[in-house]
């Protein structure tokens, strides 16, 4: 692992603790070189469905695509980055339960919908104004109609 401020590959690992769910690691680490301390997460790697684009392309899962999905809607929202990486875990534990070999780009869309709407309610407006591709102000405020019904 090589420290963020120095390059250095010597490092010693100062504390390790798993998450709740038990899928993650997180280590603080000390660099040997020039005693930066910074934070690894490990994880499992596991091979994911292939994601079917809305051409009809396919492409391998990746956690990124929706980490800055998440960071566009979350902007200047107080949200937690464990909140954010807990949000991407449900989607991942979602997808991985659904038991297929590939998956439509638009079940991982509505799975982080259903997430955000949980979360933060502006959050979740901004993520499906880009997901969905509103054309205009009705079709963005027919979403804020049926948000505020579902709160009622």
């Known amino acids: 692992m090589k420290c963020p401020s120095c390059s250095s590959v010597e490092n010693k690992v100062i504390d390790s603790r798993i998450s709740k769910e038990g899928d993650v690691i997180r280590r603080r680490r000390e660099c040997l070189n020039c005693q930066q301390r910074f934070t ?3 994880r499992i790697e596991e091979i994911l469905p292939l994601i079917v684009k809305k051409d009809g392309r396919r492409e391998e899962f990746n956690r990124d695509k929706i980490r800055h999905g998440l960071e566009k809607a ?3 929202r107080a949200v937690s980055v464990e909140r954010k990486e ?4 449900n989607v991942v ?3 991985r339960g659904l038991g297929e070999k590939e998956i439509p780009s638009s079940v991982i869309g509505q799975a982080v919908m259903d997430e955000l709407k949980n979360i933060d309610q502006v959050a979740y407006v901004r993520f499906a104004s880009v997901y969905r591709s509103f ?15 579902e709160k009622k």
């Not at 807990?86 to 875990?89: A, R, T």
């Not at 054309?135 to 019904?149: I, N």
């Open 135 to 149: 054309r205009d102000v009705s079709e963005f405020m027919e979403e804020l109609t049926r948000l505020l019904k």
């Open 40 to 42: 690894t997460h490990e």
């Open 86 to 89: 807990s949000l991407i875990d």
């Open 74 to 76: 979350f902007e200047k």
């Open 93 to 95: 534990r979602y997808l």
